[in-house]
C-alpha cells in the first residue's frame, strides 16, 4: 500500500471540509494509506501574493518541517496552493540549505489530479455522474503546475457524464486571492462575466480542481440565483461510490 | 501629455472606465479579435515555442552587451552622415529636439506613432515653439483630434472608441459629414492631412528596431504614414529607447517575425521600413538631416536591477490583449500611457510609486500575459516583485501590514494554526448564513459587493480525521470499496 501525506490547505480544512474529507477517502480507494502530519500550516498566499516574502519565512519553513517527517508524496486538492509551494524555492534563495529544503518537499507534492493520474497510474476511478458539466481549468492547474490534461481525463472516463465548452474557457475567475479583496470591483467583473459564460451552455455542474476558484464562482452563480451546481472534481469522482458524502460545493 | 495620463486616484478612475458600457464592449471584442487572430499567425507559423525563445535570447544577448551595440549604432549612424544624441532624462531629450525646431524655425510637424515620444511629452513641447504637431498614425489623430484623449492600448490607442463614436469625433472638430464606415473616414483623414506631410518642416518617428551592424532605424506600420513623415520633410528625428536595437538584418527579421504576429496576428504588418542616415545625392527622396535621439530615462536604472527582463519587451501588446483585468478596466484606468501587464510593470518603474503604486495589485496572477509574450517576459512575477518592492519600502498600507503580521504568525506556529483550524471550523458554519456574515465590513464587504460567502461544510477536517479512527466508518464506503478496486484492475489492465 502506498503511503501519502496529505496536504489540506485551509479553505478545505475549515471551509469545504468535505473536499478535504472525499479527497483522503479517494485516496483510500485507490490503494493508499494517507498520513496527516498535522503540524501543516497554510501555504502563506495571502501574504507572499501581496509581496510579504520576508514576513512570511518562518511560515514557509514551519510548513516544510511539517512535512519532513517522512518521504512520502505529498498530495493536495489544492492547485494554487500546490503552485505556491512549488515557488518556496525560490523565495528562500538567499538560505541555501532551507532553499534545498524547500526543493526536496516541492518534488514530493502533487495536485491530486496529477497524483492521480501520472503517479498512480489510474485515469478511471469508477465514477458515474448522468449530466452536462463544464471544467473550468484553473490558472494555478493549467499555467503553473502545467496541469491541463490530468483532470479532463479522469473526468472523460465519469460514467455519464458530458463536458461542455464554453467561451473564453482558459480565461480567469477573478479570484486571484487577495485580489478579490483588494481589487473587488475589477475582481467582481471577472466572476460576472465567467458565471455568464458558464450558464450560456445550461450545465447542471461546474467542477473545477482548485476550491478557491470554485469559492469564487459559486458565490457568484449563488447571488445569480442560479442552480448550476458547483462541486469540486473529487466531489465528481467520488459521486456513486460515496453517496453519503456527495455535498456540493455551495 | 507625457508618461502620466490622469491625476484622479486609481480606485476612482476604474469606477468611471467601468460604467463606460461602450468602452467595454469595444475592448471585450477587439481583445477576442486580436487574441484570436494572434494564435492562429503563431499556428501557422509553427514551433512558436522555439521562436519565442529565440527572441527572448536575441533580446538577452543585446541588453547583456547594450554598451557594445549602443556604441556600434552611434558609430554606425555617425558614418552615414546621421547625428546621434543619447538623453538620460526624457527632459534631454526634448531640450535637443526643441533646439532642432527653433534652430530649423519650424512651423509644422508631422509624427508617426511613437511611445517613447509620448513618454517624454514631446507634443507639449514642440507646441510651446509655436510649432504645429500633427500626429498621422489614424489612431494617434483621433485621440489627438478629439482633445488629446489619452491612449488606451499601446498598439491601437483609441480602442476604447467604437466607429460611431470616432465619427462624432471627426464631425465635431474637423467637418466630416459622412458615415461611420472605417474606410470612409480613413480615405477624408488621408485627404485632410496630406497638405501637412507636404508642409512640415520636420518628420519625428519612433523606431521599433535599431540595426546596429548597419546604423539603420526600422518602422513596422500598417498605413505607410511613417514612409511620408520620412521621406518628404527635409528634417527626420528619430526618438527611440536605448533598449531597442538588434545587432543584424538577420535579428530584425526574426524579431518582426514575432512582433507582427504577436501585436496583430499578421506575419507582417504594411509596411516594414529601414532607414539609414540621411538621404544620399544619388537617393530619390529621404531627409536630408537625420538625428537619432536615443533615450535612456530610468532604462539603465532597470537593466541593473531585477527588473532587468522587461527591457526585452518588443511593445507588441499581446499581454495587454490577453489579460482579462484590462478587459473589464480599459487602458484609461491606468492612468499612464503603457497600460495592461506591460504598462503596469513598466509604468512605477518609469514613473515611481508615487504616481503608479495602485498598478501591480490590477492583477488576478492569472499569468496568462506570462504565456503568449513573444519574449517571454514573466510579467506576472515582476508585477509580485513590485509588490514585494513596496512593502521593503514600507509604502503598503498600515492595516494591511497588521493582518498580514498577524496571520504570518499564526501561521509559523504548528500549535496556534492547528487551534485555529478548529476554532474556525466551529464557528464558520455558525456565523454564515445564506452566504452572509451578520457584519458586511472590510474585506468581507468588498467581497460580497458580487458574490455572497461560501457555505461552510462544518466541523474541521482536521478534527474530523483526529476523530477518525474512533469513529464508525463513513456509511457506503466499505461497501462500495470492492466495486471501486474492480474498476480501478480493470482499468490499469486495460492499458
Redesign the interface.
Known amino acids: 500500500m502506498m503511503k501519502v501525506n496529505f496536504f489540506?490547505t485551509?479553505l478545505?480544512?475549515?471551509?469545504?471540509?468535505?473536499?478535504?474529507?472525499k479527497t483522503?477517502?479517494l485516496l483510500e480507494?485507490?490503494?493508499c494509506e494517507v498520513l496527516?502530519p498535522?503540524?501543516?500550516?497554510?501555504c502563506?498566499q495571502?501574504?507572499l501574493?501581496?509581496?510579504?516574502?520576508?514576513?512570511?519565512k518562518?511560515?514557509m519553513?514551519?510548513l516544510i518541517r511539517?512535512f519532513e517527517g517522512n518521504e512520502y508524496p505529498i498530495v493536495t486538492p489544492a492547485g494554487s496552493c500546490a503552485a505556491a509551494v512549488k515557488k518556496y524555492p525560490e523565495y528562500l534563495a538567499d538560505e541555501p540549505e532551507w532553499a534545498a529544503r524547500a526543493q526536496a518537499v516541492s518534488d514530493r507534492l502533487f495536485e491530486l489530479t496529477q497524483f492521480i493520474v501520472n503517479e498512480l497510474?489510474?485515469?478511471?476511478?469508477?465514477a458515474k455522474l448522468p449530466g452536462r458539466g463544464v471544467y473550468h481549468p484553473s490558472?494555478s492547474l493549467i499555467?503553473?503546475l502545467g496541469v491541463r490534461e490530468e483532470p479532463l481525463k479522469l473526468l472523460g472516463?465519469v460514467e455519464g457524464l458530458e463536458l461542455v465548452a464554453i467561451k473564453?474557457q482558459?480565461?480567469?475567475c477573478?479570484?486571484?486571492?487577495t485580489?478579490?479583496?483588494?481589487?473587488?470591483?475589477?475582481?467582481?467583473?471577472?466572476?460576472?462575466?465567467k458565471a455568464t459564460n458558464i450558464t450560456a451552455v445550461t450545465p447542471d455542474y461546474l467542477i473545477g480542481a482548485d476550491v478557491s476558484c470554485l469559492?469564487?464562482i459559486?458565490?457568484?452563480l449563488?447571488?445569480e440565483g442560479k442552480t448550476v451546481k458547483v462541486l469540486h472534481i473529487v466531489d465528481v469522482l467520488m459521486s456513486n461510490?460515496?453517496?453519503?458524502?456527495t455535498?456540493e460545493?455551495? | 501629455m507625457s508618461m502620466k495620463t490622469s491625476d484622479v486616484i486609481f480606485?476612482q478612475r476604474?469606477?468611471e472606465q467601468?460604467q463606460d458600457g461602450f468602452m467595454r464592449k469595444s475592448v471585450a471584442n477587439a481583445q477576442?479579435r486580436m487574441f484570436t487572430n494572434r494564435q492562429l499567425a503563431a499556428d501557422k507559423l509553427g514551433n512558436w515555442d522555439e521562436w519565442r525563445e529565440n527572441g527572448m535570447e536575441i533580446r538577452n544577448h543585446v541588453l547583456d552587451n547594450l554598451d557594445y551595440y549602443l556604441h556600434q549604432l552611434s558609430e554606425n549612424v555617425q558614418k552615414t552622415g546621421g547625428h546621434v544624441f543619447f538623453a538620460e532624462t526624457s527632459q534631454q531629450a526634448t531640450d535637443y529636439i526643441e533646439n532642432i525646431i527653433k534652430e530649423k524655425d519650424a512651423k509644422k510637424i508631422v509624427k508617426s506613432k511613437s511611445m517613447v515620444t509620448e513618454e517624454i511629452g514631446l507634443n507639449e513641447v514642440i507646441q510651446r515653439n509655436n510649432c504645429e504637431v500633427i500626429e498621422t498614425d489614424l489612431g494617434e489623430y483621433i485621440l489627438q483630434v478629439d482633445d488629446c484623449d489619452p491612449p488606451s492600448h499601446i498598439v491601437v490607442p483609441a480602442l476604447h472608441k467604437n466607429r460611431e463614436q470616432i465619427r462624432g469625433v471627426f464631425e465635431d472638430k474637423i467637418g466630416y459629414a459622412g458615415s461611420s464606415d472605417p474606410e470612409e473616414m480613413t480615405r477624408f483623414v488621408r485627404e485632410h492631412i496630406r497638405h501637412d506631410f507636404l508642409e512640415a518642416d520636420i518628420g519625428i518617428t519612433g523606431c521599433n528596431f535599431a540595426v546596429a551592424e548597419s546604423g539603420s532605424i526600422s518602422l513596422v506600420t500598417n498605413e505607410g504614414n511613417a514612409r511620408l513623415a520620412t521621406s518628404l520633410p527635409k528634417v527626420h528625428i528619430a526618438v527611440m529607447g536605448m533598449e531597442r536595437i538588434v545587432p543584424t538584418f538577420e535579428e530584425l527579421d526574426i524579431m518582426v517575425s514575432l512582433l507582427c504576429r504577436s501585436a496583430v496576428g499578421l506575419p507582417l504588418t504594411g509596411y516594414v521600413t529601414a532607414i539609414t542616415g540621411p538621404r544620399e545625392s544619388n537617393d530619390m527622396d529621404g531627409a536630408e538631416e537625420f538625428h537619432l535621439v536615443i533615450l535612456d530615462n530610468g532604462r539603465s536604472d532597470i537593466l541593473a536591477s531585477e527588473f532587468k527582463s522587461i527591457l526585452r519587451c518588443i511593445r507588441c501588446a499581446a499581454c495587454v490583449n490577453t489579460c482579462?483585468?484590462y478587459r473589464?478596466?480599459g487602458g484609461q484606468s491606468y492612468g499612464s500611457i503603457y497600460s495592461g501587464p506591460i504598462g503596469a510593470v513598466l509604468s512605477p518603474l518609469l514613473g515611481g510609486y508615487d504616481d503608479f503604486q495602485d498598478l501591480p495589485?490590477?492583477?488576478?496572477?492569472?499569468?496568462?500575459c506570462?504565456?503568449v509574450c513573444p519574449v517571454k517576459i514573466p510579467l506576472s512575477d515582476l508585477l509580485?516583485k513590485?509588490?514585494?518592492?513596496?512593502?521593503?519600502k514600507k509604502i503598503?498600507p498600515l492595516a494591511?501590514?497588521l493582518t498580514?503580521?498577524a496571520?504570518?504568525y499564526?501561521?509559523?506556529?504548528?500549535k496556534l494554526?492547528?487551534m485555529s483550524?478548529k476554532i474556525?471550523?466551529k464557528v464558520?458554519p455558525k456565523v454564515i448564513k445564506d452566504?452572509k456574515l451578520p457584519i458586511n465590513v472590510g474585506?468581507i464587504a468588498?467581497?460580497t459587493?458580487?458574490?455572497?460567502?461560501?457555505?461552510?461544510?462544518?466541523?474541521?477536517?482536521?478534527s474530523?480525521?483526529?476523530n477518525r479512527d474512533a469513529d464508525t466508518p463513513?456509511?457506503?464506503?466499505a461497501a462500495?470499496?470492492g466495486?471501486?478496486?474492480?474498476?480501478?484492475k480493470?482499468?490499469?489492465s486495460e492499458?
Not at chain 1, 241 to 245: C, G, K, P
Open positions: 489540506v485551509c478545505c480544512d475549515v471551509v469545504k471540509s468535505n473536499v478535504a474529507k483522503v477517502l480507494q485507490l490503494g496527516f498535522k503540524e501543516q500550516g497554510c502563506g495571502p501574504s501574493n501581496s509581496g510579504y516574502i520576508e514576513s512570511s518562518p511560515a519553513k514551519s511539517a497510474n489510474i485515469e478511471n476511478v469508477g490558472c499555467r503553473k472516463n473564453n482558459e480565461t480567469c477573478g479570484f486571484g486571492g485580489f478579490s479583496i483588494k481589487m473587488s470591483e475589477i475582481s467582481g467583473e471577472m466572476v460576472k462575466e469559492m469564487n459559486a458565490g457568484r449563488s447571488r461510490i460515496v453517496d453519503s458524502l455535498v460545493v455551495n | 480606485k476604474i469606477k467601468m477576442e482579462p483585468a473589464h478596466i495589485y490590477a492583477c488576478s496572477l492569472c499569468q496568462a506570462n504565456d509580485l513590485h509588490r514585494e518592492k513596496m512593502v521593503i503598503t494591511e501590514r498580514v503580521s496571520f504570518n499564526l501561521n509559523s506556529s504548528p494554526w492547528n483550524m474556525g471550523g464558520a452566504g474585506a468588498d467581497w459587493e458580487a458574490r455572497d460567502l461560501p457555505q461552510p461544510d462544518g466541523d474541521s477536517f482536521r474530523w480525521f483526529a463513513v456509511s457506503g464506503t462500495v470499496t466495486i471501486v478496486e474492480a474498476k480501478v480493470a482499468n490499469k492499458k
